[in-house]
Structures are given as structure tokens and as C-alpha cells.
């Protein structure tokens, strides 16, 4: 069992931007009204994250891994999220197979 | 009037089925954290430091070793933004809490409690004791889960053997399909993907985030106001 320190660093400072998003809203409470283009923009945050994030992955890393991901997209129009990610996995495992 | 005895039990029996929909997730963290090389110990850690799923599993994706602390700060924040919002939503409801019961309180606010909190309030007033009862079972799954996920994972081995490294992109997926909410995510997630994957080639990890995420906002801003103009120009005719 070990604990790297700059693993711990790393926790810290997300711990600290996390905390300070979590009492944030604290101080904003009552003065905050955002205009409904703003608003369209900060709950484009999450999603345009989380795909910032995967899209090498998805992308760019080669074919059996874009297909996966059409495959995956398929499925979260229809799933619940556990099984979405099963099929991504059993997907990738075979384009990899065949690809 | 609600006794506290009251609170707690509702608290208990609201959060849950959240609780059992996070078990597998907390697992799939672990694993996939051990497979970047964390400890069992630092799974933990990071879990009870942050508690939030989202920002933890991007941190996994990004992760390399020494780890990019800026990156992973960044990340963090930008995903959890949120908060701020949920946070506006949920002060004035607390007035039932005192000063150190919502400082700690909010410490542990996530997605679903946050949810289960609001809709709570619609109907009575929101006491720490139901806001704890909620907190406590749910912090402590995911603490015991992803660390149990994690020391399973390090026995698995390479996780590239079972796909299991593409089930972040996998429920990452899923994930932009509960925030969908139509045309302005479509415009949104199609420039922070082309942003991000041609960064990721042309100039390298970890910028791909940051350009990627902007990328997408800017998308969210410009398609939501073409939205307006074309709620203007109906209201017109």
C-alpha cells in the first residue's frame, strides 16, 4: 500500500476545485441570472468535457475503436448505462478481432 | 411537522436504489484506476478527497505517471462547474442547517443527492437530518466499492486484454446521452470532438481537454443563439 506524493497533489487540487464548485453556489445564491444563451452554455459544460476527453480514444486511435464508439452511440439512444458500456467492451473486443 | 427519527428513515430509503446503481460504477472506477497504476490506498483517497464520479473517471482517462496535476485540476473543475449552479439552487432551502452543518454538508454534494434534496424541499423543509442520512450510506459505498474495485483490478492485470480500457469511452458515451438535450448538444459535442481529437494529433495530451471543452462551449453558445433569434422571429409572425 503506498501513496505517491504527487498522486497526493494531484488529489488535493482536485479536492480543492471540486470543494470550492460545491460552496460556490453559497455565495451566489440570489444574485446569479444568467441569460438563457449563458445558460445553454454552462449546461453544455458537462457533455463537451466528457467528450473532449474520449474523442483521441474514439477517434483517434484507430478503426476497430471509431466503430466501437458508432456501436456504443447506438446504444446509449436505447440502454440504461451499465449495459451501454458492456456492449462498447464486447464491441471493441471484437473489431479488434476482426480488424 | 417530521420528527427527526422521521428524516432519517427517508433519507435512508431515498438514496438507496442510488446507492445500488452506484456499486458496479464504484467497481469499474477501482479497476480501471488500478490498471493506471493506483493503489488500493490512493483510490481511496482521491474517492473520499473528491467524491465525484464524472471528474474521477475523466482523471483516470488523463492519467499518467508523474500525474499532470495542472491537467487533472483543470479537468476537474471545468466538469464539475455544475456545482455552482446545483449549489444556487440548493442555498436558500438550507436554512434549517447551521453554519458548519452546510459547510460540511456540502462538501459531499453529488448529482443525486443534490436531485433527491431538491425534491425533497418541494414538498418539506430539508433537515441535515435527512440530508446526512442521505450522504453518509452514499459517500460510504462509493469509498468501499472503488477501493474494492481497485484491489480486484490489480489481480486482473492488463485491463487492454478484456477492452476493458475502452469502457471509459464506452460510459462516457452513455453519460452525454443523460446530459442530451437535443440540437444545441449535438452542436456542442460534434465541436468538442473534431476540437479535441485534432489537438490530441497536432499538439498532444493534455491540451486536448481544454480545446476540445472550449471548443464545445463556444458551439453551445452559438447554436443557442441562433435558437433565440428564431424564437424572436416566430414571436414576430
Known amino acids: 500500500m503506498s501513496v505517491d506524493p504527487i498522486n497526493l497533489l494531484a488529489f488535493l487540487g482536485m479536492a480543492i ?25 454552462f449546461d453544455a459544460i458537462p457533455p463537451a468535457v466528457l467528450v473532449a476527453v474520449i474523442a483521441p480514444s474514439a477517434l483517434a486511435t484507430g478503426w476497430a475503436e471509431t466503430a466501437a464508439a458508432a456501436v456504443t452511440v447506438l446504444a446509449a439512444t436505447r440502454l440504461p448505462l451499465l ?9 471493441v473486443v471484437g473489431f479488434r478481432a476482426v480488424m | 411537522m417530521s420528527t427527526t427519527r422521521d428524516d432519517v428513515r427517508r433519507g435512508l430509503t431515498d438514496i438507496w436504489p442510488a446507492m445500488v446503481a452506484a ?4 467497481l469499474l472506477f477501482g479497476a480501471l484506476a488500478a490498471g493506471k497504476g493506483l493503489s488500493p490506498l490512493e483510490v481511496f483517497l482521491m474517492s473520499a478527497m473528491v467524491f465525484a464520479g464524472g471528474a474521477q473517471f475523466a ?46 454538508g456540502l462538501f459531499y454534494m453529488a448529482d443525486e443527492n443534490w436531485a433527491l434534496a431538491e425534491k425533497r424541499a418541494r414538498t418539506h423543509r430539508l433537515t441535515p437530518a435527512y440530508w ?4 453518509v450510506p452514499f459517500v460510504s459505498a462509493w469509498l468501499v466499492t472503488s477501493t474494492l474495485g481497485a484491489s480486484i483490478g490489480a489481480v486482473l492485470g492488463d485491463p487492454k486484454r478484456l477492452g476493458a480500457d475502452f469502457a471509459f469511452t464506452a460510459l462516457f458515451i452513455a453519460l452525454v446521452a443523460a446530459f442530451w438535450k437535443g440540437r444545441v448538444t449535438f452542436w456542442t459535442v460534434a465541436a468538442a470532438g473534431i476540437a479535441s481529437a485534432l489537438t490530441y ?28 433569434r428564431s424564437v424572436t422571429e416566430e414571436a414576430k409572425a
Open chain 2, 23 to 26: 456499486a458496479p460504477i464504484g
Open chain 2, 201 to 228: 494529433r497536432l499538439v498532444g495530451p493534455p491540451w486536448h481537454v481544454a480545446a476540445g471543452a472550449l471548443c464545445g462551449l463556444l458551439a453551445a453558445w452559438l447554436a443557442a443563439g441562433a435558437d433565440e
Open chain 2, 59 to 104: 482523471a483516470i482517462e488523463l492519467w499518467t505517471t508523474p500525474a499532470p496535476v495542472a491537467a487533472l485540476v483543470f479537468s476537474t473543475l471545468l466538469i464539475n462547474a455544475r456545482h455552482v449552479l446545483m449549489g444556487t439552487s440548493l442555498a436558500p432551502k438550507l436554512s434549517g442547517f447551521n453554519r458548519w452543518q452546510k459547510f460540511v
Open chain 1, 17 to 41: 476545485a471540486t470543494y470550492a464548485t460545491r460552496i460556490g453556489g453559497l455565495a451566489l445564491a440570489g444574485r446569479l441570472s444568467l441569460s438563457p444563451r449563458a445558460q445553454a452554455a
Open chain 1, 83 to 91: 449495459a451501454v458500456v458492456a456492449v462498447g467492451v464486447v464491441a
Open chain 2, 132 to 135: 446526512f442520512a442521505m450522504v
